[in-house]
């Protein structure tokens, strides 16, 4: 019997956001810089009669059950979109928190899509079809390259990150879920202007992850105070942060080093 086919589902960063009003169908319209990490949660796939999912991991226990999981609903959405009456045996290694601003449940459902259309043999092109219709964020997670978001997040450009390659970083979570919807209805309304350098632009949903979630705040002000820190931001709605640093060992102290409620994981940049 062949061993499961396997995918990491990377851990997004954005590593700016900025909200620049209403789109005609009611999402918001936004520009963003996407980078992604080499860890995030883990998928594997085998052969079977049916699409079944089992989830796994130190996240696992809030997703268990849910029959509209995003990593069932990309298996169902390809099958039908490719005409595929073959099942998979799904199982997903949670290790990203839930709710938390790293594109956890997009980049499940990307890893899904990618690992179904080798699985069943087919036309990469179905699942580039199906990613949009499953969120927001799927396009740039099917990738998993740096890119410049604009619309909903969905339209796409490459852009070339070659200095950020690498790079030691460490995500941080207060251990709380924020709901993307709640952040959004917080934002004021107010357009801060384009997205130009990703250093010098900003997260519009901080200020309003923040009153949902004042420990993002303390997140921030620790990891900025951090020896050998280059860069400090929170990700998405949040309510996960995120610190460069200029070296593995500074990064791995830091890490070392957080307080004990918090959640952390220590990783680079793809």
């Known amino acids: 019997m062949s061993a499961p086919a396997r995918d990491v589902a990377p851990a997004k960063?954005?590593?700016?956001?900025?909200?620049?009003?209403k789109l005609a169908d009611g999402r918001h319209a936004i520009e963003t810089v996407f980078a992604f990490c080499t860890d995030g949660d883990r998928l594997s796939a085998e052969p079977a009669d049916a699409i079944t999912l089992q989830v796994t991991g130190p996240?696992?226990?809030?997703?268990?059950?849910?029959?509209?999981?995003?990593?069932?609903?990309?298996?169902?959405?390809?099958?039908?979109?490719?005409?595929?009456?073959?099942?998979?045996a799904l199982t997903l290694d949670k290790q990203l928190p839930v709710a938390s601003g790293v594109g956890g449940g997009s980049a499940d459902a990307a890893a899904a899509l990618r690992l179904l259309t080798s699985l069943w043999q087919?036309?990469?092109?179905?699942?580039?079809?199906?990613?949009?219709?499953?969120?927001?964020?799927?396009p740039a997670c099917l990738l998993?390259?740096?890119?410049?978001?604009?619309?909903?997040?969905?339209?796409?450009?490459?852009?070339?990150?070659?200095?950020?390659?690498?790079?030691?970083v460490l995500l941080v979570n207060p251990r709380v879920e924020l709901a993307t919807a709640d952040v959004f209805a917080r934002w004021?309304?107010?357009?801060?202007?384009?997205l130009g350098s990703w250093r010098e632009g900003r997260n519009d949903l901080q200020p309003?992850?923040?009153?949902?979630?004042?420990?993002?705040?303390?997140?921030?002000?620790?990891?900025?105070?951090?020896?050998?820190?280059?860069?400090?931001?929170?990700s998405g709605s949040g309510a996960t942060c995120f610190a460069f640093f200029a070296s593995e060992e500074s990064r791995d102290a830091a890490a070392?080093?957080?307080?004990?409620?918090?959640?952390r994981l220590a990783t680079f940049l793809r």
Do not use: C, Y
């Open 208 to 234: 309003p992850a923040i009153t949902l979630v004042p420990a993002i705040e303390a997140v921030l002000a620790w990891l900025g105070a951090q020896p050998g820190v280059t860069f400090t931001r929170m």
């Open 144 to 168: 998993s390259l740096p890119m410049r978001g604009e619309g909903a997040g969905d339209r796409l450009s490459p852009i070339d990150l070659p200095d950020l390659s690498g790079t030691p």
């Open 59 to 88: 996240f696992g226990a809030s997703l268990e059950g849910l029959e509209d999981n995003l990593v069932l609903r990309a298996a169902r959405a390809l099958a039908a979109k490719a005409n595929v009456s073959a099942g998979a």
């Open 122 to 138: 087919i036309d990469p092109g179905h699942a580039q079809a199906v990613a949009p219709r499953l969120g927001s964020d799927v």
């Open 13 to 21: 960063l954005n590593l700016a956001l900025h909200v620049r009003g």
């Open 256 to 263: 070392t080093a957080i307080p004990e409620q918090w959640w």
């Open 188 to 194: 004021d309304g107010t357009d801060r202007g384009a």
